[in-house]
């Protein structure tokens, strides 16, 4: 079975950093883009960063830019988004993503077929 299990959440002040988690079960994701997206209280879900199937593309959006990271585990089922300054409009449910038939990164949401169920970032003094 093909899952993916979001960690790495929590309550953080602004400024701080945290890194997230994306672990894969049932593939691996060096064959796969990768992505990560954020919902927001009464938002839509939006494309924070994703990477290409072999890597050599990421896409930031504007507003983490500067302040994140996407890489991947050497054991091909990790990829981890650390973010950095963390701000309160960086709050949210962040959700991974794959498909196992995307290689190309996206940000748009569409194009994915297997999330996880996400992991819950709150940004407060």
């Known amino acids: 079975q093909v899952q993916l299990v979001e960690s790495g959440g929590g309550l953080v002040k602004p400024g701080g950093s945290l890194t997230l988690v994306c672990e894969a079960s049932?593939?691996?994701?060096?064959?796969?883009?990768v992505g990560w997206f954020r919902q927001a209280p009464g938002k839509e879900r939006e494309g924070v960063a994703c990477?290409?199937?072999?890597?050599?593309?990421?896409f930031y959006e504007d507003a983490v830019k500067g302040r994140a990271t996407l890489s991947r585990g050497d054991d091909k089922r990790r990829i981890y988004l650390q973010v950095n300054d963390l701000k309160p409009d960086d709050a949210g449910v962040y959700f991974c993503?794959?498909?196992?038939?995307?290689?190309?990164?996206?940000?748009?949401?569409?194009?994915?077929?297997?999330w996880g169920r996400g992991t819950r970032v709150t940004v407060s003094p």
């Open positions: 990477m290409s199937s072999s890597s050599d593309y990421i």
């Open positions: 993503a794959s498909d196992l038939y995307l290689q190309t990164c996206n940000p748009s949401s569409f194009h994915y077929g297997t």
């Open positions: 049932g593939f691996t994701l060096d064959r796969h883009a």
